[in-house]
């Protein structure tokens, strides 16, 4: 649970660098070096890892990785045609997808606190991001993402094991990229043209890319899936926390109220007795 707390926390980080850097680098590009970086770094730090999978393993990482690379564009894509607030708010609907797919893909039982923890994290979510909703495009390929991501989600929850977490998340991060890095070849990848933006992209591959897919891989061995995206659902409170702390933004009672929501809800999954929350990760072989 902390190693995916941290990891939320290290997501919530980047919004302010991510928001600057991409006024400069176009929002694929970006995504493609990045996941680029991340790969590299991890085949020459275990360079093993990938022989170590085996052909299922193979064959279910490579499922996530095309999950989670497809979202990362449906994501950007949406974001061309709605607020920023209201794709965060939307992408965040995967903490309902998840007990949903969950429940439908792995027979997980769903208890009735468990489901009250995820009603008051979307709403925290709202209550965080949202100042105005009208569905449209934007929003419907952006809820497409969240559902892709709920999928990933409910994935490495059944897939994934603590021997096989550098090995899945090394196959996962090079199919993230070369999916981007598809994207972007019809106009061409712009780099970075400062040392600066250099050093963010290098932080943003190496510590949130690179070692926080290890970190959700390896924690998700551990961790049911609707567990796993309410402790994700804290990713907005982190972002305005950093924002507060390091972009000079201010607090307001919106950021308190949906904190404060978002925060109780992974309490209540953390703190009240497994057995009556969600019972133990159900892996499977398909």
Do not use: N
Request: glycine share 10%; proline share 4%.
């Amino acid at each position: 649970m902390l190693a995916l707390l941290a990891l939320t926390a290290c997501w919530g980080s980047t919004f302010f660098l991510i928001k600057d850097l991409l006024d400069r680098v176009p929002t694929l590009d970006f995504l493609a070096v990045r996941f680029a970086i991340a790969g590299v770094a991890l085949v020459l730090a275990a360079p093993r890892a990938l022989g170590r999978l085996s052909p299922a393993t193979r064959k279910h990482t490579l499922v996530l990785g095309a999950l989670y690379g497809v979202a990362q564009i449906l994501q950007t894509a949406g974001l061309a045609h709605t607020a920023a607030s209201v794709s965060g708010f939307v992408t965040g609907m995967y903490v309902v997808c998840t007990p949903l797919l969950a429940a439908a893909i792995l027979h997980t039982r769903i208890t009735a606190i468990t489901w009250a923890a995820v009603l008051l994290a979307t709403v925290g979510l709202g209550v965080l991001t949202l100042s105005g909703f009208s569905v449209g495009y934007g929003e419907a390929i952006t809820l497409v993402a969240a559902v892709l991501y709920a999928l990933h989600i409910v994935g490495l929850g059944a897939w994934s094991t603590p021997a096989d977490a550098v090995g899945m998340t090394t196959l996962q991060v090079i199919v993230i990229a070369v999916i981007c890095l598809v994207a972007t070849v019809p106009d061409g990848i712009v780099l970075p043209a400062t040392a600066g933006d250099w050093a963010s992209l290098g932080y943003m591959a190496l510590v949130v890319g690179a070692m926080g897919l290890l970190a959700q891989t390896w924690a998700q061995a551990h961790l049911p899936p609707t567990r796993t995206a309410i402790i994700m659902s804290m990713e907005p409170v982190f972002a305005s926390l950093f924002a507060i702390w390091l972009g000079g933004e201010h607090v307001t009672m919106r950021l308190v109220v949906g904190g404060l929501m978002v925060l109780t809800a992974m309490l209540v999954v953390e703190l009240v007795p497994r057995r009556h929350v969600e019972g133990e990760v159900p892996h499977i072989a398909v």
